[in-house]
């Protein structure tokens, strides 16, 4: 290509109206008096076009200035003009040199600046078609923000932005997020599509995915017209100033990238969620409860008066404050505790659960618990957590005092990096009505109790039962073709004829003993549990026999009914992503991304309710495919509230041959497998990523054959 064949690049030249160049935050501006010309050439295509002028005025007047815009001697429009930096589009017709004329129907007088001010403008460009390919702000917008998941910027009561017809074109539907910093449902967010509302949305709080119907239920999308859409977000209230005093712009809610699609399926999936929102009136405002009896965590007050109460102790001697490990919130207790229970927290129950971590392997740690004085139980506890139900006095319409006494507390040598006194470790504790369960609660005990000592004895022969127990609940997947590095028809050639072998609530108590014995149930098989028929009544059934569980989703399931039916259960989630864009997703799995997040979202809000259960791990297993979304991924778990993020490997295959192509890219199993340098590196980022971004990692890479490198600074446990 020669000099003279190069494209010309489009060049502004400013003329009468405008004073010299200025900058603010090393921003360029300048400020036109009442009029400002300017001329554009190198422009490449004629033809229709947008013309942009971004900037903003002088004060908040109650009637904003108006801007009126001519390019080559006709008129491009005019619109009003706010104090905050926006974008004011005209439609234009293009030509390779355009003659442009801005307007503005009075000026300003800036304090300490005896010039007549009009419009302070930072850019004039021009949008041909072949850049009209995405929506365009118009005013009413702040500036895009980079720092959260999702790239965003604020609107006030009302901004608008135009969908080209290019992208108009592409579907009949607009997927947006949107955060809320008020309570659920105190903001609602109209869209207008021209003059007509297009939907009403209740804002919830905190980051969520709406979607939008562009055009009337039914219309095909060869209906769509062909001409360009002017979309108007229109708020009822701001965000109170007094709730963000150190930022005194006026805000509405946050507005994240908005995506035009055509999958009627997608549109679906997203209002069902809303609408399951809408029906229990709230979707789970994050804040303490505090009561007389104890802290309910990051559950809204009224939610914590209609459920069963769960919570730490708060009024009582003994204690010290909130601390959290693997199983979430706890307290140590010094060698004797004492918790204040309230009739509104006890709710005439006659049995309390007390999760109890003991430090002592051999039974000889005990706690005897005291009712307003009188001995109730004294109880050997085992190694760990365990939880033990107590039949308390009959209710007397006063409070209840309960003791907790420990026999002997570990010696500090065993924990000499806290010199604390430190008994046991109490967690949520709850209360039933149930005398079955509180029966089943002392043979798991006590079946516990028989494992510990058989194995400290040495025994080869066991009486008790094992106290973790593996169950594959469904053989079934949603996701097809399969992951790219999944064995899936290998494995379902090894199950044979048992590949669709029924596992249910009814299965798991068929099993008698050797259902009741166990702590927890462990399901991590070549299938989707979340799409199991009796999902809910399996939850249901373990937790009633006070089991923990551990269960693996590839997290496409998550819907209305299984977020509803996992709130508040004693489950450990492990959602396998290994990505956190839509692009590396599409490399190792679908074009779901989309359901990941929106499901991720209001899990998050039904762990609020269910104070914090499920817990959330967002398992990552580094490879070349997705090496670029690590910070992403952290990210990803500080917007979805994720206990943890677990560092799985790849798994080494002696000979993987598998090669596939998938979201245009050429997944080769082998080449994936990263070498122990960028492993390390990996996992130096993961130490600074979890101090910066606040989140736990857990490295599992002792599932492999390579040697997990050393974990940098940062909340990282192996």
Not at 85 to 93: D, K, P, S, T, W
Not at 281 to 295: F, K, N, P, R, T
């Amino acid at each position: 290509m020669t000099l003279l064949d190069m494209p010309t690049q489009p060049a502004l030249t400013y003329g009468d109206g405008w004073f010299a160049e200025e900058r603010y935050q090393s921003r360029p501006f300048r400020w036109m008096t009442r009029v400002g010309r300017c001329r554009m050439t190198g422009l490449a295509a004629s033809g229709p076009a947008l013309l942009r002028v971004t900037g903003g005025v002088w004060g908040n007047d109650a009637v904003p200035p108006v801007l009126s815009v001519t390019v080559n001697g006709r008129p491009a429009g005019a619109t009003a003009v706010s104090a905050d930096v926006g974008n004011c589009l005209f439609q234009i017709e293009s030509s390779d040199e355009l003659e442009i004329e801005l307007t503005l129907d009075r000026t300003f007088f800036v304090p300490g600046d005896e010039r007549a001010l009009g419009m302070m403008v930072r850019a004039v460009d021009v949008l041909t078609a072949e850049q009209l390919e995405q929506s365009i702000d118009a005013e009413g917008w702040f500036e895009w923000e980079h720092h959260e998941y999702f790239p965003f910027r604020w609107m006030g009561l009302t901004s608008r932005m135009l969908l080209p017809a290019p992208l108009r074109a592409r579907g009949r539907f607009a997927q947006v997020p949107l955060s809320g910093d008020c309570p659920d449902g105190e903001q609602v967010l109209t869209v207008l599509g021209g003059d007509d509302v297009l939907a009403t949305l209740p804002v919830l709080r905190g980051w969520h995915v709406y979607d939008v119907s562009l055009v009337p239920e039914g219309c095909a999308k060869e209906q769509i017209p062909p001409e360009s859409l002017t979309l108007t977000f229109r708020l009822n209230t701001l965000w109170p100033v007094d709730r963000h005093p150190d930022d005194p712009r006026a805000l509405g809610i946050r507005v994240g990238p908005l995506e035009v699609h055509d999958d009627r399926h997608r549109h679906q999936y997203v209002k069902l969620f809303h609408a399951a929102a809408t029906s229990r009136g709230v979707a789970g405002e994050a804040g303490d409860v505090l009561s007389a009896a104890g802290l309910v965590r990051g559950v809204p007050r009224e939610a914590a008066e209609a459920s069963p109460y769960r919570g730490l102790p708060i009024d009582g001697d003994g204690w010290f404050w909130v601390e959290f490990d693997d199983n979430g919130p706890f307290r140590w207790m010094r060698s004797e505790g004492q918790l204040r229970i309230t009739d509104q927290v006890r709710q005439g129950n006659r049995y309390c659960v007390l999760p109890i971590f003991s430090s002592f392997r051999n039974l000889t740690q005990e706690v005897t618990i005291l009712a307003d004085g009188r001995p109730l139980r004294t109880i050997a506890l085992l190694k760990a957590w365990n939880s033990y139900s107590v039949e308390l006095p009959p209710p007397t319409g006063q409070d209840l005092i309960l003791t907790l006494r420990l026999n002997k507390i570990p010696p500090v040598v065993s924990h000499d990096r806290d010199p604390r006194p430190l008994g046991v470790r109490l967690s949520d504790i709850s209360f039933h009505d149930d005398p079955a369960r509180h029966d089943r609660a002392w043979f798991m005990a006590a079946n516990a109790a028989k494992n510990q000592q058989e194995l400290r004895d040495g025994a080869t022969t066991l009486s008790s039962f094992p106290l973790m127990l593996g169950i594959d609940l469904y053989g079934k997947c949603n996701i097809k073709p399969a992951c790219v590095y999944c064995l899936w028809d290998p494995m379902k050639a090894l199950e044979g004829e048992h590949v669709n072998a029924v596992i249910d609530d009814r299965t798991l108590e068929n099993y008698g003993d050797f259902f009741r014995g166990p702590k927890q149930l462990v399901n991590c098989s070549f299938g989707e549990p979340l799409l199991h028929p009796r999902f809910e009544q399996v939850l249901e059934f373990m937790t009633s026999h006070g089991k923990m569980a551990e269960i693996s989703s590839n997290g496409q399931a998550f819907n209305a009914r299984t977020v509803r039916a996992l709130e508040g259960k004693p489950v450990y989630l492990y959602v396998s992503l290994d990505s956190a864009t839509p692009e590396t997703y599409a490399r190792l799995r679908n074009d779901h991304w989309h359901e990941i997040v929106t499901g991720l979202l209001f899990l998050r809000d039904a762990r609020r309710r269910g104070h914090g259960w499920p817990r959330l791990n967002l398992v990552f297993m580094p490879m070349r495919a997705n090496r670029q979304d690590v910070e992403m991924y952290f990210k990803l778990c500080e917007l979805v509230e994720a206990d943890q993020l677990v560092l799985r490997p790849l798994l080494y295959l002696e000979a993987p041959d598998i090669q596939r192509d998938r979201g245009g890219y050429h997944f080769d199993y082998e080449q994936e497998l990263l070498d122990r340098e960028e492993l390390a590196r990996i996992f130096t980022e993961c130490g600074v990523y979890a101090k910066q971004y606040e989140v736990r990692v857990i490295s599992q890479f002792d599932f492999g054959k390579i040697e997990a490198p050393a974990i940098g600074e940062g909340r990282v446990h192996g």
